[in-house]
């Protein structure tokens, strides 16, 4: 990758999609012994689509909300990624291998080489343990009264996100290595 690309620096980047809809998550939570909380299930369909990108090792990252996922809103997210980094970076972004991310309408901007994970291997994609804790601390026991009101939500929980939490939940070991 350096060979191809002299005088940049590369960085390391994982990306993926989440749903999140008016279904909701439910979670645990502290409540006095012998009672039992309630909380609030919506039966609802709508959904908002979360492309989230970051780099785990600097704390950056970008993010596209859409109404579904395809690979015209996968084309958008790697342009934001693109215009994003430095100008002197290249970015490896390590996907899943869903159909949008290698479909041939797909758009990939000069500065991004797209690396594919093995099929059904989502434990080695540290966005997935985002995902989790967004929903968790975030988006999980609510209600969303309509399609604008979740996808408020869903903006409002991704920028709550701070590069050092971003660090934190997609640390990854063997990322990390000696020069």
Known sequence: MRRDNPGKQVEVWFEDEAGIGQQGTLTRCWAQRGTRPTAVKQTEYEWVYLFGAVNPLAGSSSALLSPSVNTEYMSHHLRFISEQVDSNVHVVLVVDN??????KGLRIPQN???FYLPAYS???NPVERLWSYLKSHFLSNSAYSDYDDLFSACRDAWNK????ELCSICRTEWLLHEK
């Open 112 to 114: 991004i080489t797209l």
């Open 122 to 124: 989502p434990e080695l």
């Open 161 to 164: 996100l701070t590069p050092n």
């Open 98 to 103: 869903a159909g949008w991310h290698s479909a």
